[in-house]
């Protein structure tokens, strides 16, 4: 491992009794020999990383790692717990616990030799050894790869033994050293010559794709764990990782070859669609690490019955349904995600050239002739005319985007021609923004139904392109108008008329829902809900009254979390990190512009303490909107739209409360603690920020 690792980088007796505690404890050797600038900031880092997902795996491993601009040079930090630290592994506690930190800019050389230590840890010799031996200089050769694991293995005392913790990795990477006469093939990207064993039968032949967030650790443990349990079940496993070094795509004819694929990833794979039209299995990158034989036993399962998967358009928000281990509930939420993800640029554009139009051409511009019919280049009307029939004609894709991706989330690109059918009956039908989502959901079952079908391997070619959009088309189409579309639209006439009804207490309480539902998560599924419900009422050429003050109710509550920490950390400094202090700076854009995910970084450091207190405050300002009785006809914009706000002073007013009332809560509930706040969370991606900005969708780098 060249440098990466030395004897001052190793404790053998590591005492921290939390994950927290560990990295701390590694982190602070890597500060003293200047590898790491700044202690918290690397630490925060490491925690969002956490937070993305459990770096605990099955054998008593924690990998505990992240890219940060506060690293010098790829550095390695190894730890030894004789009590076992919680790294969120199913099979319990950790031993042994390893810091990778890579510079944000780290070359392809080092993360080479960083892979490769992750493909070491399925060695059931490599880690029995970490286990065994005494001495950590001797420790840091063989974790660089100085000293074999049989010569570490020796210097330990008579009489040492694996600990308990080493019986699952055993398990899982027992064949790592088995006979490579299976035919198994371990290199990626290279084509291989099969070898077709003593009976001269080929073997079954997969290939997988593996990756992870950070593409350091997780990717390559994962190919290594699917290549061991290939050569134990005697067949091919060909793995492409697809890491933070860059990756070899397969050669297209191993692809060809192969009878199955396996798709480990938390991240969407690169040129997906190579595999299309192959039995698939689509899991998690855990899930490769941990169940290997499992998913290549499903795999053959799939093939045996000739299910085969269409492929997906690279690069989208949801790439799977989902884990097998997922539970419908979750798979749901997935699937309502992709369709609300892709409409929200429709509403963010559509809405604001209406409110454009509005500004420009007046309040009955909505009543003006086709600019078709009539366009004069020198009259501000037309200009408002034509921005705002711009907008209502993106606003008329809301209900078939809506649908069309929520049926692609499930069942990938054949959903898209029902699922756009069905939208566009939901639409003409009257259904709205609720048949939208049952043609989604149908559409999406209907193909899913379809492709479990046996179907020759002659006509297989032609099934995504002909046969799955037809006869989907023709089942969603005849749902849609002769079952279900007229009590959905009923249901959605009564909705809106139930709203229009809404005044006094009743509106109000609706506000401080709707504020609480804002401020519960900041841009994740719960805020996703109400910011779709305010959306989906506005989505029309002529809005309600009641709709528009929903609209207003939601875009305020969703500015007062992070005002309100850029306030806190402005008028009471002391009680935050600098790394908070410096993102309290950007806050204040962030929630000027109505972007909820501004207070991400301080919910994560704090959350006890954050999440309520905005909750409050966006409850205060929700309420108050709709007693002013406050409108806004743009569903995005923050303080940039209000002259187009119904009662705009006091609309600000309504605002400046809740910052007032969270900044409050969050001074009072800092000001408590007994100790000066750690700030392991702070500034948390950043980047992930930045991503969300256009779409309000929550990521997971």
Request: aromatic share 6%; charged share 15%; with cysteine.
């Amino acid at each position: 491992m060249s440098e990466m690792i030395t004897a001052d980088l190793v404790d053998l007796d590591l005492s921290a009794e939390t994950k927290e505690a560990a990295a701390r404890a590694l982190a602070e050797r890597m500060v003293t020999l200047g590898r790491v600038t700044d202690l918290e900031g690397f630490l925060a880092d490491v925690a969002a990383r956490e937070a993305q997902m459990p770096t605990g795996l099955d054998g008593g491993i924690g990998i505990p790692h992240c890219r940060s601009e506060h690293v010098t040079e790829p550095t390695l930090g190894f730890g030894r717990s004789a009590a076992g630290i919680d790294f969120g592994a199913p099979d319990g506690p950790a031993d042994l616990i390893f810091l990778i930190a890579a510079p944000a800019g780290a070359d392809d050389a080092h993360l080479t030799i960083l892979s490769s230590l992750a493909r070491q840890l399925m060695n059931a010799e490599f880690t029995s050894a970490l286990r065994a031996v005494d001495d950590a200089a001797a420790a840091a050769a063989l974790i660089r790869g100085d000293e074999s694991p049989a010569a570490a293995a020796s210097t330990a005392p008579e009489g040492t033994e694996p600990t308990e913790g080493s019986k699952d990795s055993v398990a899982v990477s027992a064949a790592a050293s088995a006979d490579t006469a299976t035919g198994t093939t371990t290199d990626t990207g290279d084509t291989a010559t099969p070898d077709t064993g003593a009976s001269g039968e080929r073997p079954f032949r997969i290939v997988a794709v593996t990756s992870c967030p950070t593409g350091i650790a997780h990717t390559y443990m994962a190919a290594e764990s699917l290549e061991n349990a290939g050569r134990e079940a005697g067949i091919e496993v060909v793995v492409e990782t697809q890491g933070s070094a860059g990756f070899t795509r397969l050669d297209p004819a191993v692809i060809a070859a192969a009878d199955g694929v396996i798709f480990a990833h938390d991240v969407p794979v690169r040129d997906k669609d190579r595999f299309a039209g192959k039995p698939t299995v689509d899991v998690g990158v855990k899930a490769g690490i941990n169940k290997p034989a499992e998913l290549i036993t499903e795999v053959r399962g799939k093939a045996a019955r000739g299910e085969v998967s269409a492929g997906s358009a690279p690069g989208t928000p949801v790439e799977r349904s989902g884990d097998s281990a997922e539970g419908y509930g979750t798979k749901l939420r997935k699937w309502l995600m992709s369709g609300v993800s892709y409409m929200v640029p429709f509403v963010a554009a559509g809405g604001l050239l209406i409110a454009l139009g509005f500004a420009i051409g007046g309040w009955t511009v909505n009543k003006a002739p086709s600019v078709m019919d009539h366009f004069v280049w020198t009259q501000t009307d037309s200009w408002g005319a034509l921005l705002f029939q711009i907008g209502g004609v993106a606003f008329n894709f809301l209900v078939p985007v809506l649908a069309g991706y929520i049926a692609y989330g499930m069942a990938d690109r054949p959903g898209l021609v029902p699922g756009f059918v069905g939208g566009a009956i939901a639409l003409n039908i009257n259904a709205g923004f609720l048949g939208g989502l049952a043609a989604g959901l149908i559409a999406g079952g209907v193909v899913i139904g379809i492709q479990k079908v046996k179907i020759p391997a002659a006509l297989r070619g032609i099934m995504p392109v002909v046969v799955i959009p037809l006869i989907s088309a023709a089942i969603v189409g005849f749902l849609m108008f002769v079952v279900i579309g007229k009590p959905i639209a009923s249901a959605q006439k009564g909705m809106t008329d139930w709203l229009n009804g809404l005044t006094g207490t009743n509106a109000v309480l609706l506000g401080a829902l709707l504020g609480l539902m804002m401020c519960f998560d900041l841009g994740g599924p719960v805020n996703k809900v109400a910011y779709t419900f305010a959306t989906a009422g506005i989505a029309v050429a002529s809005p309600s009254d009641s709709a528009m003050k929903i609209m207003a109710a939601v875009m305020a509550a969703g500015m007062v979390p992070p005002l309100a920490m850029a306030l806190a950390t402005t008028v009471r400094g002391k009680l935050f990190t600098q790394t908070e202090r410096e993102n309290g700076k950007a806050a204040w854009v962030l929630g000027a512009s109505f972007i909820s995910e501004g207070a991400i970084p301080f919910a994560a450091a704090d959350p006890l303490r954050v999440i309520p207190s905005a909750m409050v405050g966006g409850a205060v300002t929700g309420s108050l909107s709709m007693a002013f009785g406050a409108t806004l006809r743009a569903p995005h914009g923050g303080i940039f739209v209000v002259p187009l706000i119904g009662n705009p002073f006091l609309y600000l007013i309504a605002i400046a409360a809740g910052v007032c009332v969270t900044t409050a809560l969050v001074v009072v509930l800092k000001g408590m603690r007994k100790q000066a706040p750690e700030g392991t969370g702070a500034g948390v991606a950043d980047t992930a920020i930045a991503a969300k900005v256009d779409s309000k969708e929550p990521v997971a780098a």
